[in-house]
């Protein structure tokens, strides 16, 4: 089955038809068992286009992180003055949550495909922990520490995931919904007094 039987219009739109035919591969047949010739086949294009577009067949499900990382960055560089760390990355992380609202229809099939394949999941994570470090660098040229700037870069985009899988899950709330209950539970878990400690 192919995605639409016409000859995409630009690149950008092949792009885009490569993705939701790998993905839909992917979840029909497992990651494993998907060509990139079969996710051309399907998308209505040739192999040759495909790696015109993607280095190999997991970057399909990774692609637009470097504009989230450009835009993540440059949120935090422009973010008002005296915010302390993670009200930095909160405020950065709200004003790029329009570019997962907009892509929901993909966002949650993919995270389900990369729960399940271990070769994702450690792509994801290598991403994860790349995207935090970009954070953390912007945070230290706003002047934060640098041990500070990486413990709140990291920890920050814990919330930052955990609040997007809690939207991918339950869609009654808006992420923006969801980002502030996680960043407000962060803070809350700093003033928790140990279990250990109430009971002396």
Excluded: C
Excluded at 74 to 80: D, L, S, T
Excluded at 86 to 104: P, S
Excluded at 171 to 183: G, N, P, V
């Amino acid at each position: 089955m192919r995605i639409l039987g016409s000859v995409p219009r630009s690149g950008a739109e092949a792009r885009r038809r490569l993705q939701q035919a790998a993905l839909e591969l992917y979840r029909e047949r497992g990651f494993d068992r998907t060509t990139t010739a079969e996710i051309a086949a399907r998308a209505g294009l040739n192999e040759r286009t495909f790696f015109r577009h993607f280095p190999d067949k997991r970057e399909v499900l990774f692609d637009g992180e470097s504009d989230l990382r450009a835009a993540l960055t440059e949120a935090v560089a422009e973010a008002p003055d005296g915010l302390q760390p993670l009200d930095l990355i909160l405020h950065a992380f709200r004003k790029v949550e329009h570019i997962l609202e907009g892509n929901r229809p993909f966002a949650e099939p993919r995270l389900r495909v990369i729960a399940e394949t271990p070769a994702l999941r450690e792509r994801d994570l290598a991403k994860a922990a790349s995207m935090a470090e970009a954070v953390a660098e912007a945070l230290r040229r706003r002047g934060v520490a640098d041990r500070l700037a990486g413990l709140a870069a990291h920890t920050g985009w814990a919330a930052f995931h955990h609040a997007a899988q809690a939207w991918i899950d339950d869609s009654t709330q808006s992420l923006d919904a969801y980002l502030l209950q996680a960043f407000d539970d962060l803070r809350a878990l700093s003033l928790t007094t140990p279990a250990a400690d109430a009971a002396r």
